[in-house]
């Protein structure tokens, strides 16, 4: 079955650098267009980006746009997003997502991983 496991959250002093890995499992990882969305507590879901199979081609919220930066390695079946610049906004639990078909609707979600910005 589809299986997406991140890592690497924690707590970061506003200002720093954190970095996510989204482990795929269950399903052709390299063909599958992937996403990261955030829900901050007591707030709805924010989608924050997205990239395209083969990682040529990505798309950012404007509350990311120029600070996070979406990547992925389809030999290790893996997902990634280097956060720089973090802000107190920033905090929120982030989840991995796998597209369903380039439709961009997320169709598999992963269990999430807490970013906590704060000094």
């Known amino acids: 079955q589809v299986q997406l496991v991140e890592s690497g959250g924690g707590l970061v002093q506003p200002g720093g650098s954190l970095g996510l890995s989204c482990v795929a499992s269950?399903?052709?990882?390299?063909?599958?267009?992937m996403h990261w969305v955030r829900q901050a507590p007591g707030k709805g879901l924010e989608w924050g980006s997205a990239?395209?199979?083969?990682?040529?081609?990505?798309y950012d919220a404007d509350s990311v746009k120029g600070r996070f930066t979406i990547s992925r390695d389809n030999a290790k079946n893996t997902l990634y997003l280097r956060m720089n610049r973090l802000k107190s906004d920033d905090t929120a639990v982030y989840y991995c997502?796998?597209?369903?078909?380039?439709?961009?609707?997320?169709?598999?979600w992963g269990p999430g991983t807490q970013v906590a910005v704060s000094s």
């Open positions: 990239i395209d199979t083969v990682g040529s081609r990505s």
């Open positions: 269950g399903f052709s990882f390299r063909y599958d267009w």
């Open positions: 997502a796998k597209d369903f078909n380039g439709y961009w609707t997320i169709d598999y």
